[in-house]
């Protein structure tokens, strides 16, 4: 049984989409602890624990976050990107990539933005845009 990330990577549930490669999909997370909180995900892979994946995949996943975190950067105003790996809400190795002003913000026990859809979607075409002129 295919994960829910699984199901957002091939359209079979909308996402807010910030980038894309044939094997690797970022969206923004809908529980954001701050505007352009990003989920960057292989598509194919279903394991939840980042350290099982094959080499390839891990290391195409780490270059593939590095290039979604350089355009968040670009497109959120932030003093940067931070990264954070826990893979315990889902079941499907993801990276966390959060637009940071402090340490602080990287916190994931505090109260989650409340965002409607104009702003995922102004975020997300951000990003992507960014995405694309790498």
Known sequence: MA????????????????????????FL???????????????NVEDDYIFNLDEKTYAGLWAFAAKVAKAIGAAVPCKRVGVAVLGMEVP?????????????????????????PEEFRQIAESILKEYEKQ
């Not at 994960?3 to 970022?26: C, L, M, N, Q, R």
């Not at 997370?29 to 598509?43: E, F, Q, R, S, Y």
């Open 3 to 26: 994960t829910i990330f699984t199901k957002i990577a091939h359209g079979e549930i909308p996402s807010w989409k910030v980038a894309e490669s044939e094997d690797f999909y970022a």
């Open 29 to 43: 997370d809908i529980n954001p602890m701050a505007k352009g909180h990003t989920l960057v995900i292989p598509k």
């Open 92 to 116: 499907h190795t993801h990276i966390h990539l959060v637009p940071l002003q402090s340490e602080s913000d990287m916190d994931f026990r505090k109260e989650k933005l409340s965002l409607q």
